[in-house]
Structure formats: structure tokens, C-alpha cells
Nanobody, 120 residues
Framework: QVRLVESGGGLVQAGGSLRLSCAASRRTFSTMGWFRQAPGKEREFVACIPWTGSTTYYADSVKGRFTISRDNAKNTVDLQMNSLKAEDTAVYYC???????????????WGQGTQVTVSS
């Protein structure tokens, strides 16, 4: 069993920045990612990154604004969110899997989620 714990969510003004972090209890999977879910919406892919290699994927909606990164020594994955928009408001979930987690059905483990609210 792998435990994923997100942190860093909060309230931010539109145009501002937040940095989310996900700590994994174990690194027995190949990729980490971030998803988000707004009220009444499906859980949406945001970004993912492998523990080994540098191939990253981003949703079109966040490309150029969000950056995913990892720290293998700490078993952590961060999501730097810049130029935030009101439509970025959602609960953000850390995810882990053994293939690029670009879809929820590819995810083996989920974090509990952290709320990000962007005001305008």
C-alpha cells in the first residue's frame, strides 16, 4: 500500500501562484501525477512525471502555467502553479501509477486531495 499526502493548497488571487507538494510513503510505482476535480465535474488530469526520465505531460488547460517536478531523494512531487485563474479552482489530487497517469483509469493510488481556491 502506498500513501500519498498532498499539501500546499489554499486561497490565492487570480494571477497569483501556489506550489503543491505530494509526499509518497513508498516509490514502488513508476510515475506520479496531479489531477483536479471541481464540484460537479469529472476528475481531470493536470500533469504527470516519471521517477526516472524526463517525459512530462500536461493538460492543455495548464500548459505553460503549471510545472510538475520531483525530488527522488524525498519521494516528493510538486506542482508549481503560476498565473492562476478562477477556473483552476478545484480539489487537487496526487496520483501514482506504473504508466504515465494521464487518465484516472491508469491511477493505482490517490492522495486525499488539497483544496485550491482562486479568487478574482
Amino acid at each position: 500500500q502506498v500513501r500519498l499526502v498532498e499539501s500546499g493548497g489554499g486561497l490565492v488571487q487570480a494571477g497569483g501562484s501556489l506550489r503543491l507538494s505530494c509526499a509518497a510513503s513508498r516509490r514502488t510505482f513508476s510515475t506520479m501525477g496531479w489531477f483536479r476535480q471541481a464540484p460537479g465535474k469529472e476528475r481531470e488530469f493536470v500533469a504527470c512525471i516519471p521517477w526516472t526520465g524526463s517525459t512530462t505531460y500536461y493538460a492543455d488547460s495548464v500548459k505553460g502555467r503549471f510545472t510538475i517536478s520531483r525530488d527522488n531523494a524525498k519521494n516528493t512531487v510538486d506542482l508549481q502553479m503560476n498565473s492562476l485563474k478562477a477556473e483552476d479552482t478545484a480539489v487537487y489530487y496526487c496520483a501514482a501509477g506504473n504508466v504515465a497517469v494521464v487518465s484516472a483509469n491508469l491511477v493505482n493510488y490517490w492522495g486525499q486531495g488539497t483544496q485550491v481556491t482562486v479568487s478574482s
